[in-house]
């Protein structure tokens, strides 16, 4: 449960990262482009597409966890 809530609280903060534009998310230095991925997101796709990265990224972190929460806890409740 506990790597279900920070996987939760990663997304949101990508997406709320995204949102209001914190520069290591939204526009990341070009020169670190081999240590940092969002820089090369940014360097190969432009600074548009890092900003549909992020909202897809952060999305997805929810949704896995979610889907994991409902796997371990809630699905054995469920009978079919």
């Known amino acids: 449960m506990t790597i279900d809530i920070i996987m939760i609280l990663i997304g949101l903060l990508i997406i709320f990262g995204q949102f209001l534009k914190w520069k290591f998310l939204s526009d990341p230095s070009p020169q670190f482009y081999l240590l940092y991925t969002h820089s090369a997101i940014k360097r190969f796709f432009?600074?548009?597409?890092?900003?549909?990265?992020?909202?897809i990224l952060g999305s997805l972190f929810i949704i896995f966890a979610l889907v994991?929460?409902?796997?371990?806890?809630?699905?054995?409740?469920?009978r079919v």
């Open 68 to 78: 994991d929460i409902f796997m371990k806890y809630l699905r054995p409740m469920v």
């Open 46 to 55: 432009g600074r548009k597409f890092l900003k549909y990265f992020n909202y």
